[in-house]
């Protein structure tokens, strides 16, 4: 297993080396995470690699303990700071460096001087050494629970920014953001027992433990060579246009939300909004396919931010909801006036994405499928 795992650490830091697309470095925040991947993945391959070399394993848990807290909690602060690098395209304070380089220095030095101080070899059994390494063990649980902190913020305004640009769902962008930082977060809450496992649940715990960094790995590196990277900042910076003042902070300082609560609109505005969008309505341009807020904003001929403002006052909250209203009360009267027509032929002309989503939309608006509601119809 420990082979195995150091293989398979390797490969993956050889794929972020040499396997990036030249249009993938462009991102700042993709750049600077998949150095910090590889840093993290290597680290955690010559923890595998002394473990397989000293049979720190067979000697005793305090020894193979005592190696993986050493190099495995630097390998979780290069991850997490990747992860957070990609969300906030490279923007980290050194505030959230120095915690965790804090912590990893604090369970370094207190295991070194332990050893040192106790005077019992490394392959011998040693209580203090023990009880320093349960310390090290919260230390790390604590490391791990700030960074989910703040990555599961950032996961949550991106997935808001997301929400509110395009004109359906788009949870597929970042869905692997939120299934990460909750797997790593969870692994490191069983660390404390985790690392003390032996036997079959040691087994059972480190395959757990190396698939989560391995689809953390692999999920990063998709997303950043992927189109998706670059939908996701497009969606970004419209809520960045948002704000009526430039400063020199990262937009994770102030929540999107807290931004778009801090803004009003007025009656006039509000009324040229409502005019520019029945006229918009009237002409059929909903119907078009891959509509964003900024394509919307554009063709009614008023600012990102008037138009994101008057959709979270209103009754659908963000441009998806809108959409699929829309489309929705077009594809009733389409259904009804042309019952030859497919079911995929009405979802294409009224502008769902594709006939499963339309049906999706449809039985959520009316309780009923498309095909029944033309069969009635």
Known sequence: ???????????????????????????????RARWLLVSGTLLIAVQFFVQHQLGLRQMGVTQAVFLNLLLFMPAALFINMAILNVQRRGRVSPKEWTVGVVICGIVAVGLLATVA??????????QPLRSAEYVGAGFFMLMQCYYFILQIREYKRLQLAVDEYFDRERHDLLRWMGLSVHLLTLIALAVPLGIFFEGVALIIFSVVTFFSISYTVISI???GISEDANRVEEAEEGEEDEATTTTETSPSDVP??????????????????????????????????????????????????????????SEYHKLATLMNHLRVEDAKQV?????????????DYCGFSSRQYFHQIFVQHTGTTPAKFQKNN
Do not use: C
């Open 1 to 31: 297993m420990q082979v195995s795992g150091m293989l398979a650490m390797t490969i993956l830091a050889m794929m972020l080396v040499v396997r990036v697309p030249p249009r993938a470095m462009r991102h700042a925040g993709f750049a």
């Open 117 to 126: 101080l106790d005077g019992v070899p490394l392959p011998g059994e040693s």
């Open 221 to 223: 590196y998709s997303y």
């Open 256 to 313: 999107t939300a807290a931004k778009g609560e801090a803004l009003s609109m007025t009656d006039e505005e509000r009324q040229q909004v409502e005019k520019a969008l029945e006229q918009w309505t009237a002409e059929g341009a909903f119907r078009q396919h891959n509509l964003t807020l900024g394509i919307v904003a554009k063709q009614i001929h008023v600012s990102v931010r008037l138009l994101q403002l008057w959709l979270r006052q």
């Open 335 to 347: 259904l009804g006036e042309h019952p030859d027509w497919s079911t995929e032929s009405v979802a």
